[in-house]
């Protein structure tokens, strides 16, 4: 059974800077590309950051380019979303998934997804 935990989230304020981790267990975590998405109340889940199964690409939205960073252990089977300088619009549940597609910023071609966690930005 395939499961992704997320971990990391909290209430910090503007400026500041959080890590969040996603925990894999029951897949072969190395073959699959990972990406992190993100839901704000009254909002559609919108993709963050993506990273290829080999570490060797990543890609961003505009939005958190320059400020955010995705990376992952495979050897721990975690991937992680460092994220910098943050604002008040990064206030959003964040998921972790998993694709057979490298690089994908649509939500449809993730097959694993976790729970979520809740990342809150005060001004």
């Known amino acids: 059974q395939v499961q992704l935990v997320e971990s990391g989230g909290g209430l910090v304020q503007a400026g500041d800077s959080l890590r969040l981790s996603c925990a894999a267990s029951g897949m072969p975590f190395g073959t699959w590309n990972m990406g992190w998405f993100r839901q704000a109340p009254g909002k559609s889940r919108e993709f963050v950051a993506a990273?290829?199964?080999?570490?060797?690409?990543?890609s961003y939205a505009d939005s958190v380019k320059g400020r955010f960073t995705i990376s992952r252990d495979n050897a721990r089977k975690t991937v992680y979303l460092q994220m910098n300088s943050l604002k008040p619009e990064d206030t959003a549940v964040y998921y972790c998934?998993?694709?057979?597609?490298?690089?994908?910023?649509?939500?449809?071609?993730?097959?694993?997804w976790g729970q979520g966690t809740q990342v809150t930005v005060s001004s």
């Open positions: 990273i290829t199964w080999s570490r060797s690409s990543t």
């Open positions: 998934a998993a694709s057979g597609v490298p690089l994908t910023a649509s939500n449809t071609d993730y097959y694993h």
